[in-house]
């Protein structure tokens, strides 16, 4: 089983980076994915969830109106458009899923191995 997400990269403040995490070796479709992050000197945190039945979606307050969170069952992925990017954004952003769902990542069983995000001001 394996998750692989992929689109980090370097942005300028302002900009846009779009990341997708393709599942593999098992079908996710009733599994809540998630995309995390975490910052240098941080803890971990959740910042987007959607549901794997009526696609209910849950959003951080650092993020809410800037990003989205997607999935495509059929084709076993999840993606996050992540709009008008700030520095505070900067850190290593992994997908994961998880039969309970949640904010916490102890609910997840399954992880990507993460994509670096850089924002430069």
């Known amino acids: 089983v394996q998750l692989q997400a992929s689109g980090g990269g370097l942005v300028q403040a302002g900009g846009s980076l779009r990341l997708s995490c393709a599942a593999s070796?098992?079908?996710?479709?009733?599994?809540?994915m998630g995309w995390f992050r975490q910052a240098r000197g941080k803890e971990r945190e959740s910042i987007a969830l959607i549901s794997w039945n009526r696609g209910a979606t849950y959003y951080a307050n650092s993020v809410k109106g800037r990003f989205a969170i997607s999935r495509d069952s059929a084709r076993n992925t999840v993606t996050l458009q992540m709009n008008r990017l700030k520095p505070e954004d900067t850190a290593v952003y992994y997908c994961?899923?998880?039969?309970?769902?949640?904010?916490?990542?102890?609910?997840?069983?399954?992880w990507g191995q993460g994509t670096q995000v850089t924002v430069s001001s």
């Open positions: 994961a899923a998880g039969m309970r769902g949640g904010t916490s990542q102890d609910l997840y069983d399954y």
């Open positions: 070796g098992r079908t996710f479709s009733q599994y809540t």
